[in-house]
């Protein structure tokens, strides 16, 4: 009896592990949050954005070069910051509709399943870090 609850346990211990409903839930949890957060912080940037470019508009004319450069390089921080939330926050909502399909954990390149320490890290993880590197690679 116990050798075989063992060899049960050590089975289920593998790689094609199913997530419990619960877990499910859980994850969906963490990524609503997630999502709101990172759209909460987006709306922010979006306004800073504009008021920053309100502020360049009615400054103009008054400028000197230094004063126009600070101003550049901080309307291109803004933006900067603008579309990575853009990227995080479709990201997390990509991963809430894998969950809702079912296919949250598995990596969308190689399909296999992604490691549940990458994923604690990067709830909004949907692929491996290996087909990320890979997908990093192309994009630039
Ligand atoms: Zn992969």
Known sequence: MLVNGAIVAGKGAGSVKTRSSEETEQIRVILRSRFDELN??????AAQNHRLRLVEI???AGDDQADSGSKTAERDAASSLLRTLLERRTQAEHALQRLDAGSYGNCEGCSHPIPVERLEVFPSATTCVNCKAVRERRAS
């Open 40 to 45: 909460a912080e987006y709306e922010e940037a």
């Open 58 to 60: 009615g400054d103009a």
